[in-house]
């Protein structure tokens, strides 16, 4: 199975299926899904040694887990739920920007003396007191929630497994609280609820996964390399500018603190007329205003589709943990 192919998992519907098409399309990989929107596999034009899987969110994970895919995009908030042991299972090689979204505890807006955790633990005493039963809190990240309660010492507490509109418990009275994810708070704050000042769980975005487990042929690596290494290409073209500068021949100045102070390179050498530099894009004015200064006829600033570098440290992050 030394020539098995690559198999990358991408969302096939919801909030984050839109995206990731968009991601892998800017790094010039474009996903082909075979006979139309119902076909769940797919590949990527111009790599035959890749497989796409279209999966939901929750079942890239599961797929990741097993050694099903090698590569996938999901949420953080999913992997860290269905997988205790994230880190030994798969190494999370980059955020993508996209799904952010925090896995939260809320509680009704009406409870205006409970703020934090640790009064969970007087509304648990007193629910006992007063009804003689268990203060429940509904979710479907149990995992999570157990974890972060206990490190909260919250143990008086059962939870109510919940399947979607988890928002509606508490008014429903099927649970006091919730644990849930919230993006914009419009659901939160439709439900009259209020997350707790120390209730943010974690702060999750969708990122690119790779499997541990799965059989990572040196085709399969041969893949993955091609795919990063256009990844980084792109992240590296977006999030910076090149700059190029006509100088004036005779007039003398540091040039090395100019580069230090915006953190410039010169990815092209020096030569004595015209200097071509690669700055983050947050330092570009700055850097133009220093080359005005020492007498630059001229300078313009242009963004880049790719930068390709030798060095790739995502992908060899990647293969280190690989072996
Ligand atoms: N506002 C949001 N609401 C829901 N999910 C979001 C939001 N913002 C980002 N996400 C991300 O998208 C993931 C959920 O995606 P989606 O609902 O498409 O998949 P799923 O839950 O696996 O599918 P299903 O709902 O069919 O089980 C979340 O776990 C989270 O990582
Ligand atoms: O903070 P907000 O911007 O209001 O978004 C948060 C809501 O969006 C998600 O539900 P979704 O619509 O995906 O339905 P689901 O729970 O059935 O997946 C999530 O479960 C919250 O209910
Ligand atoms: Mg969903």
Redesign the pocket.
């Given at each position: 199975m030394s020539d098995a192919p690559l198999i990358l998992a991408v969302?096939s519907?919801?909030?984050?299926q839109e995206n990731a098409s968009a991601f892998f399309g800017r790094a010039g990989l474009t996903l082909a899904q075979g006979r139309g929107a119902r076909d769940y596999r797919g590949t990527l034009a111009g790599l035959p040694g890749v497989e796409i899987l279209f999966l939901?969110?929750?079942e890239i994970v599961a797929q990741l887990a097993s050694g099903g895919a090698h590569l996938g995009v999901t949420?953080e908030?999913?992997v860290r739920e269905a997988l205790p042991d994230a880190d030994a299972l798969v190494e999370f090689l980059t955020p993508l920007g996209f799904?952010?979204?925090n896995v939260v505890v809320a509680v009704p807006q009406a409870w205006i003396d409970v703020r934090t955790m640790a009064d969970l633990d007087e509304v648990a005493e007193d629910l006992r007191a007063r009804h003689g039963r268990k203060m429940r809190v509904a979710t479907k990240y149990v995992n999570l929630t157990r974890r972060f309660f206990a490190d909260a010492g919250v143990t008086d507490y059962r939870i109510v497994e919940s399947l979607g509109a988890t928002e509606g418990a508490p008014g429903s009275g099927t649970a006091e609280l919730i644990v849930d994810?919230t993006?914009t708070g419009a659901t939160l704050a439709a439900n009259a609820l209020k997350v707790l000042d120390d209730g943010v769980m974690l702060r999750?975005e969708?990122n690119l996964v790779a499997s541990v487990r799965a059989d990572w042929s040196p085709a399969a690596r041969d893949a993955a390399r091609t795919i990063l290494t256009r990844i980084s290409a792109e992240e590296a073209a977006r999030t910076t500018r090149e700059v190029r500068a006509c100088l004036e021949p005779a007039r003398p100045f540091d040039l090395d603190a100019i580069l230090e102070r915006h953190g410039a390179t010169l990815p092209y050498g020096v030569s004595e007329r015209e200097l071509t530099l690669r700055v983050a894009k947050a330092n570009v004015f700055g850097l133009v205003d220093d080359l005005m200064a020492v007498g630059a006829l001229d300078v313009s600033v242009r963004a880049l589709d790719y930068v390709f570098r030798p060095a790739n440290p995502v992908l060899d992050r990647l293969l280190g943990r690989l072996g």
């Amino acid at each position: 199975m030394s020539d098995a192919p690559l198999i990358l998992a991408v969302p096939s519907k919801g909030r984050l299926q839109e995206n990731a098409s968009a991601f892998f399309g800017r790094a010039g990989l474009t996903l082909a899904q075979g006979r139309g929107a119902r076909d769940y596999r797919g590949t990527l034009a111009g790599l035959p040694g890749v497989e796409i899987l279209f999966l939901s969110a929750s079942e890239i994970v599961a797929q990741l887990a097993s050694g099903g895919a090698h590569l996938g995009v999901t949420g953080e908030d999913l992997v860290r739920e269905a997988l205790p042991d994230a880190d030994a299972l798969v190494e999370f090689l980059t955020p993508l920007g996209f799904g952010h979204a925090n896995v939260v505890v809320a509680v009704p807006q009406a409870w205006i003396d409970v703020r934090t955790m640790a009064d969970l633990d007087e509304v648990a005493e007193d629910l006992r007191a007063r009804h003689g039963r268990k203060m429940r809190v509904a979710t479907k990240y149990v995992n999570l929630t157990r974890r972060f309660f206990a490190d909260a010492g919250v143990t008086d507490y059962r939870i109510v497994e919940s399947l979607g509109a988890t928002e509606g418990a508490p008014g429903s009275g099927t649970a006091e609280l919730i644990v849930d994810i919230t993006t914009t708070g419009a659901t939160l704050a439709a439900n009259a609820l209020k997350v707790l000042d120390d209730g943010v769980m974690l702060r999750s975005e969708a990122n690119l996964v790779a499997s541990v487990r799965a059989d990572w042929s040196p085709a399969a690596r041969d893949a993955a390399r091609t795919i990063l290494t256009r990844i980084s290409a792109e992240e590296a073209a977006r999030t910076t500018r090149e700059v190029r500068a006509c100088l004036e021949p005779a007039r003398p100045f540091d040039l090395d603190a100019i580069l230090e102070r915006h953190g410039a390179t010169l990815p092209y050498g020096v030569s004595e007329r015209e200097l071509t530099l690669r700055v983050a894009k947050a330092n570009v004015f700055g850097l133009v205003d220093d080359l005005m200064a020492v007498g630059a006829l001229d300078v313009s600033v242009r963004a880049l589709d790719y930068v390709f570098r030798p060095a790739n440290p995502v992908l060899d992050r990647l293969l280190g943990r690989l072996g």
